[in-house]
């Protein structure tokens, strides 16, 4: 990089060193070593070694990246943001846009001044990152650029000693925005865990939605036939509405909900019991299959835990634990409306008479359910 003072700019000049001289010639097929960023990512999948050549699929993607080194002198990179004097910068936005594609990702920021009616929109930062080799989906990946964005941000403003009256933060993914714009905690912790972080350093309603064609972001996530380093181009000078008044920007719609990504929920319905206790010609035979089932249960789990299985003539302990589990049984058939009551009271002595009344009046089974509730202790 070398600096023109008299235009005020930064340019690179493009002399590779003598070494790097024959891994960008014509005729020179490059290997692992030799490749960078998205190249040697799709070099890894292959399971080529470090110094084989390359195939020919990614030697020509590489003879279209290195044919793009003599655009480099073309770039002008301004030495100020604004020319306009800082006692004026009273409406100093910033304007942060992020996308995603499958190879990679992208976010970059833009200043933007107004004053009068004037408008000046310098690039002030910009970083891209390679989609993970883990697949992963296109609202995920959007999801993360949005994570970048807000993080970049945040290094520029701390960087900088500006006052900024407003910041802007543009997407194309509806997705993403209505994962801002919902309760967060309604998905999985990949996206809960981001979209925590990216709302504790912006607001709901800093997020924007921008179209796909105005986000200069998509020029850092896609290969394009030839970049376009001028200085007036949308990268450089950012999209053509930021130029313009907040009334011409792209029109804003609220995406609340979305179907990506959702935690599953889960609807319990009690199960009618598997005992018939008309099955049984007497309470002796009923309780003692009671308790063999129960012993049963127990084994499983002491087998589990490598203990000593009970396999002794029944004792008076499990018969009488069997007995208890069959009135459960009868009281949850016959009283749910009270059991779920005192479930919620949550192990609470009830002292009000008049308001176990009220909520008994409301259960099918009216007054004389009232007595039971109100004479027994709450339990779990």
Known sequence: MRWIPSEDCFTYTFNPRKDLLPVIQD?????????????????WTTGMAWDEPVNEELFGRWKRWTSFF?????????????????????????????DASEMAYCCVIYFRLEINGNVEVSLVASKTKVAPLKTLSIPKLELKAAVLGVRLMNTVISSHTLTFSRRYLWSDSTTVLAWIQSEHRRYPKFVAVRIGEILMTSEQQEWKWVPTKLNTADEGTK?????????????????NFLHEAANYWPEQRRFTTTLEEVCPSFVYTPAAPSLKVSSFSCWVELNRTVAHAIRFIR???????????????????????????????VQAESFPSEISILKKLKGRQIHDTQSCQNQARSTKHGPSSTKMVCCVNAVE
């Not at 002008?76 to 910068?89: A, D, H, K, L, V």
């Not at 970049?227 to 949308?234: A, G, I, T, V, Y």
């Open 223 to 239: 290969w394009k036939s030839e970049p376009n380093f001028r200085s007036d181009s949308p990268w450089f000078r950012g999209p």
């Open 27 to 43: 005729d020179h097929i490059p290997t692992k070593r030799e490749i960078l960023k998205i190249l040697i990512q799709d070099c």
């Open 299 to 329: 084994n499983l789990r002491r087998k589990r835990n490598s203990m000593p299985l009970e396999l002794d003539v029944l004792q008076q302990e499990e018969l009488n634990e069997a007995e208890q589990t069959l009135w459960k049984i």
């Open 70 to 98: 003599s655009l480099l002198n073309t770039i002008r990179i301004p030495g100020c943001y604004i020319r306009t004097s800082s006692e004026e910068n009273q409406n100093l936005q910033i304007h942060v846009f992020v």
